[in-house]
């Protein structure tokens, strides 16, 4: 019976610092000059690397089973992939000038845990405030990540006495769009922001032709200024529900200075809205 004991005691042992063990994570190596091609057992709903010098690639308006990596020389990084039942997958990545493997095939056992805790013979419920939580997180990990890479939609600019309004990219992922925007000031005065909107212009056909403007509300705004100072320059990421639109409509981006008059208004083709990185 003492041996029984025992011999409980240590298995009971050996699963607590199993538990407590941190999970080794793969890596996967990359390079600039090849794909190296990733094969999830479901489809990928979310895809993200840690570092800009990599780039997970994947089809995100309709879920497929794989994505694309490609690194350039840096430090070593990590991605972390969400599969449509939500199943996490972490991997170290890094960059490596010579490939020996250019596909993986990754089972089910290599995920480190699910985003929703299974729980047995009860139903879970998410309230509205850990939603909105976790939506703002990943809004503000993704802003953040396009902030940090140099990737262009074309040359949209305009300027009003020394201030210049910039949008660099616009970018769809998910179920949102993402207006990178710069304000440039280069006059010899500070340059306080009142407001800058996004609203839809729809030309009305007719005799009497008019223009109709439908404001855009975003949901979420990453690192917008209230000030740019003398000679600075201030970048920002709105992110809005997705949307599309016809020949006879366009955006408009409003720009207004709090007790000034060096406002801005910027008219977006339906062609960048349509076609976005």
Same mark, same amino acid.
């Given at each position: 019976m003492r041996t029984f004991i025992l011999i409980l005691m240590v298995l009971i042992s050996a699963f607590t610092k199993a538990q407590q063990q941190p999970i080794p994570l793969d890596t996967i190596y990359a390079n600039d000059t090849k794909n190296v091609a990733l094969f999830f057992p479901e489809?990928?709903?979310?895809?993200?690397?840690?570092?800009?010098?990599?780039?997970?690639?994947?089809?995100?308006?309709?879920?497929?089973?794989?994505?694309?990596?490609?690194?350039?020389?840096g430090?070593?990084?990590?991605?972390?992939?969400?599969?449509?039942?939500?199943s996490i997958f972490s991997y170290i990545v890094r960059y490596k000038k010579?490939?020996?493997?250019?596909?993986?095939?990754?089972?089910?056992?290599n995920s480190i845990g699910n985003e929703k805790p299974i729980v047995k013979d009860s139903v879970l419920v998410e309230s509205s405030e850990e939603l909105v939580d976790n939506s703002n997180y990943y809004y503000q990990k993704f802003c953040s990540y396009l902030l940090n890479r140099k990737q262009r939609i074309g040359r949209i600019k305009?300027?009003?006495?020394?201030?210049?309004?910039?949008?660099? *990219?616009?970018?769809? #992922?998910? @179920?949102?769009?993402?207006?990178?925007?710069? /304000? $440039?000031? *280069?006059?010899?005065? #500070?340059? @306080?922001?009142?407001?800058?909107?996004?609203? /839809? $212009?729809?030309?009305?056909?007719?005799?009497r032709k008019s223009l109709q403007r439908l404001y855009q509300e975003p949901i979420y705004k990453h690192n917008l200024p209230s000030k740019i100072?003398?000679?600075?320059?201030?970048?920002?990421?709105?992110?809005?529900?997705?949307?599309?639109?016809?020949?006879?409509?366009?955006a408009i981006l409003e720009l207004n200075e709090k007790d000034g008059e060096r406002n801005i208004e910027m008219k977006l083709s339906h062609r960048y809205i349509n076609n976005p990185n």
């Open positions: 489809p990928i709903r979310q895809g993200i690397t840690g570092s800009d010098n990599f780039v997970f690639t994947y089809n995100r308006e309709k879920e497929q089973y794989f994505g694309l990596l490609q690194a350039t020389p430090k070593e990084s990590n991605l972390l992939v969400v599969n449509r039942n939500g010579q490939l020996s493997k250019l596909n993986y095939f990754i089972p089910l056992s305009k300027r009003n006495e020394g201030i210049i309004l910039t949008v660099e *990219n616009i970018v769809f #992922d998910k @179920d949102e769009l993402y207006f990178v925007i710069e /304000i $440039e000031n *280069n006059s010899s005065l #500070d340059y @306080d922001l009142n407001f800058l909107n996004l609203s /839809i $212009e729809t030309r009305q056909k007719g005799k100072k003398e000679n600075e320059r201030a970048r920002f990421v709105y992110v809005l529900p997705k949307f599309s639109l016809s020949d006879d409509r366009r």
